[in-house]
Nanobody, 126 residues
Framework: QVQLVESGGGLVQAGGSLRLSCAAS????????MGWFRQAPGKEREFVSA????????HYADSMKGRFTISRDNAKNTVYLQMNSLKPEDTAGYYC???????????????????WGQGTQVTVSS
């Protein structure tokens, strides 16, 4: 089993920055591909970013490219999402997720991820 705990969310003004963290427990030295998703009220769960086991492959949704950066520190069992130039449309609950298989190393599909955190709220004011 993998347990994930997100932190770092909050209220920020448009144009500001936040850094989200996702701490994992119950893992072995064989780590998991990780992803970030978000969901706003009344909307479907949306892919944000993903990172491979070693961190050599990253991927972002088009609206996040150039603004968000995903990274991981496997020694700390933690994945991060640095969010810059935040917009009101970024307001959502943000969830990290762990993928059991490293094939493929990156996925945008929520159903490919077996474990999910409880989420952390990001609110961007105008």
């Amino acid at each position: 089993q993998v347990q994930l705990v997100e932190s770092g969310g909050g209220l920020v003004q448009a144009g500001g920055s936040l850094r989200l963290s996702c701490a994992a427990s119950g893992r072995t030295f064989i780590t998991n591909p990780m992803g970030w998703f978000r969901q706003a009220p009344g909307k479907e769960r949306e892919f944000v970013s993903a990172i491979s086991v070693s961190g050599d492959i990253t991927h972002y949704a088009d609206s996040m490219k150039g603004r968000f950066t995903i990274s991981r520190d496997n020694a700390k069992n933690t994945v991060y999402l640095q969010m810059n130039s935040l917009k009101p449309e970024d307001t959502a609950g943000y969830y990290c997720a762990a993928k059991l298989s490293f094939i493929p190393p990156i996925s945008e599909r929520p159903r490919d991820y077996a474990y999910w955190g409880q989420g952390t709220q990001v609110t961007v004011s105008s």
